[in-house]
């Protein structure tokens, strides 16, 4: 079992930036891939970026060059830098993991809302 928790959430001006947090503890040491989705309401939950062991990366189109995915392996964390966020960012946004057997595990969310 692996246990993820977020932080980080809040409101923000459109243009904004908000830094999220996931630490991640349990069985950590059979993670591959860490990564955050988000889901607004009525929409499905959809892949935001992920990121692999080896800090290989990978990006939804709509965040490209605004959002930066990193992790820290030895603190089992990764983070989202979101800059220049957009009304249409708004969503509850999950951390999620993945282990080498496919096995994945979520966070409970936090909430982003881009908002004047």
């Known amino acids: 079992q692996v246990q993820l928790v977020e932080s980080g959430g809040g409101l923000v001006q459109p243009g904004g930036s908000l830094r999220l947090s996931c630490a991640a503890s349990?069985?950590?040491?059979?993670?591959?891939?860490m990564g955050w989705y988000r889901q607004a309401p009525g929409k499905q939950r959809e892949l935001v970026a992920d990121i692999t062991n080896g800090q290989r990366t990978n990006y939804a189109d709509s965040v490209k060059g605004r959002f930066t995915i990193s992790r820290v392996n030895a603190k089992n964390t990764v983070y989202l830098q979101m800059n220049s966020l957009k009304p249409e960012d708004t969503a509850v946004y999950y951390c999620?993991?993945?282990?080498?057997?496919?096995?994945?595990?979520w966070g409970q969310g936090t909430q982003v809302t881009v908002s004047s």
């Open positions: 999620n993991s993945r282990n080498f057997l496919g096995t994945t595990f």
């Open positions: 349990g069985s950590t040491f059979n993670i591959v891939n």
